[in-house]
C-alpha cells in the first residue's frame, strides 16, 4: 500500500484530505465519523469575528448593569444557560479532542484586528492544533486602498501570533 502521509501546517497527517469547515465538522459524532472514513485532519465549521464580538459586547453590558460586581458575576456568565457560540466553540474543540486522534483546526472568519483576537488564545488551550484565518475584506470599501486592506491582513496575523504558539493559515479572498 502507498505511503500517503505528508505534512500540513507542520502537523502530521496520514494522508492529504482535510475536511474544509462546514457542516460536516459542527459536531463530535461528525468528525468522528470523518475520522473513521479516512480523514486526516477537519477545519472546524468557522465561528465569526462579529459572534465573538457581540456575546462579548452583550456580556458587558449585562455586568455593568449591576452597580458593583462581585468576583463570582464572572462565573456566573460564562456559566450561563445562555447561548454562547463562543463557550460551545471552545467546549467542541475540547470534547472533539477527547474523541479522535486527528488534528483539529478551529477556523475564525475575521475582518479585523481588533476585540477578537484574545479569543485564539482560547483555542490553543482547549486543545486546537491549529487555528485557519478566513479573512475577506470586502474590495467595495472605497476608502481603503490596497496598503489598507494589506495592513489589516498583516495586523490580524500578528495579534493572532502574539496569543498563541500553534500553526496560523491564512485563507484570503481574491
Known amino acids: 500500500?502507498?505511503?500517503?502521509?505528508?505534512?500540513?501546517?507542520?502537523?502530521?497527517?496520514?494522508?492529504?484530505?482535510?475536511?474544509?469547515?462546514?457542516?460536516?465538522?459542527?459536531?463530535?459524532?461528525?468528525?468522528?465519523?470523518?475520522?473513521?472514513?479516512?480523514?486526516?485532519?477537519?477545519?472546524?465549521?468557522?465561528?465569526?469575528?462579529?459572534?465573538?464580538?457581540?456575546e462579548m459586547d452583550a456580556n458587558l453590558k449585562k455586568m455593568a448593569s449591576s452597580s458593583f460586581i462581585y468576583p463570582e458575576t464572572l462565573d456566573f456568565y460564562e456559566d450561563s444557560d445562555e447561548e454562547n457560540l463562543s463557550m460551545k466553540y471552545l467546549e467542541l474543540i475540547?470534547?472533539?479532542?477527547?474523541?479522535?486522534k486527528i488534528p483539529?483546526?478551529?477556523?475564525?472568519?475575521?475582518?479585523?484586528?481588533?476585540?477578537?483576537t484574545f479569543f485564539p488564545k482560547q483555542i490553543a488551550e482547549s486543545g486546537a492544533d491549529a487555528i485557519e484565518l478566513n479573512l475577506f475584506l470586502l474590495p467595495s470599501d472605497f476608502n481603503r486602498d490596497s496598503k489598507a486592506n494589506e495592513k489589516v491582513y498583516f495586523d490580524i496575523i500578528e495579534n493572532v501570533k502574539k496569543q498563541v504558539n500553534i500553526p496560523i493559515s491564512l485563507k484570503v479572498s481574491y
Open 94 to 100: 475540547t470534547d472533539v479532542k477527547k474523541e479522535v
Open 1 to 54: 500500500m502507498s505511503d500517503l502521509s505528508t505534512k500540513y501546517l507542520g502537523l502530521s497527517l496520514k494522508n492529504p484530505i482535510i475536511i474544509a469547515s462546514s457542516g460536516l465538522t459542527d459536531s463530535v459524532e461528525s468528525i468522528k465519523i470523518l475520522e473513521k472514513n479516512g480523514a486526516a485532519a477537519v477545519v472546524l465549521k468557522s465561528l465569526f469575528e462579529e459572534e465573538i464580538v457581540a
Open 104 to 116: 483539529i483546526i478551529a477556523s475564525i472568519n475575521c475582518v479585523t484586528a481588533d476585540q477578537w
